[in-house]
């Protein structure tokens, strides 16, 4: 992760504390800038929030934009570790994606923060990295992102290739579109202080269901 080249120039080696630290200062990052947004939220902001001062936010980050980079790069990485796990399991095409849905819908809801972040993208900060650095990480995040959606294109045309996915869908398109879908989970979907981890997955499998019930070719989501 990028935490570490932050620890590798300050000339200090990495240990488990340093780590904890780093990633309690994008926890709280993650809910400053989900409940803010980028331009609303500040350093100060973040080092109330963690209880600190700003010296040890700018220990580890140069500036804001680095740390939503940061933050970025960190939801990014949740979602491929989980959707990749995901994608190993046996199946057919359609199969893997319904799982790959599924676990992208549920990492979205336990980690709704840093995913947020996420779904703010990038895409508004184009001109705003201007040093070298900045420009490194905006490329590092959206080879990530395009990586990304390549497991869910390739699930795709595998079940196209098997059969389980109607031939004739864009695939681009559907891809895009049900990426879409489950991202928008970071505007409606709140966690309830009552809710289980079991609500969570089902919440998970029903989203998953409807999005490819109309790509199978009998518009059926799971193979009995």
Not at 115 to 135: D, F, I, K, N, Y
Request: with cysteine; glycine share 8%.
């Amino acid at each position: 992760m990028h935490r570490e080249w932050a620890v590798k120039t300050r000339g200090q080696e990495e240990s488990g504390d340093l780590v904890e630290s780093v990633v309690e200062i994008l926890d709280c990052a993650a809910l400053c800038f989900t409940e803010m947004g980028f331009q609303g939220t500040s350093i100060d902001d973040v080092a109330r929030r963690l209880g600190a001062t700003k010296g040890r936010i700018y220990h580890y980050f140069r500036s804001k934009t680095d740390l939503f980079f940061e933050v970025h790069r960190e939801g990014m990485k949740r979602l491929m570790d989980a959707v990749s796990d995901a994608m190993t399991t046996e199946g057919t095409g359609c199969e893997k994606l319904l799982r790959m849905i599924e676990t992208h819908a549920l990492t979205m809801m336990r980690n709704i923060a840093y995913e947020a972040v996420v779904v703010q993208g990038v895409h508004m900060h184009r001109l705003s990295a201007t040093t070298p650095e900045q420009r490194v990480s905006l490329d590092e995040i959206m080879d990530i992102r395009n990586r990304f959606e390549q497991l869910f294109v390739d699930a795709f045309r595998e079940g196209q290739a098997d059969g389980s996915i109607r031939e004739g869908a864009d695939v681009s398109l559907a891809v895009k579109g049900m990426l879409g879908a489950v991202n928008w989970m970071t505007i409606w979907y709140r966690p309830r202080p009552d809710e289980t981890p079991e609500q969570q997955q089902a919440r998970a499998s029903r989203v998953a269901e409807l999005l490819i019930g109309g790509i199978a070719p009998d518009h059926t989501s799971r193979s009995s």
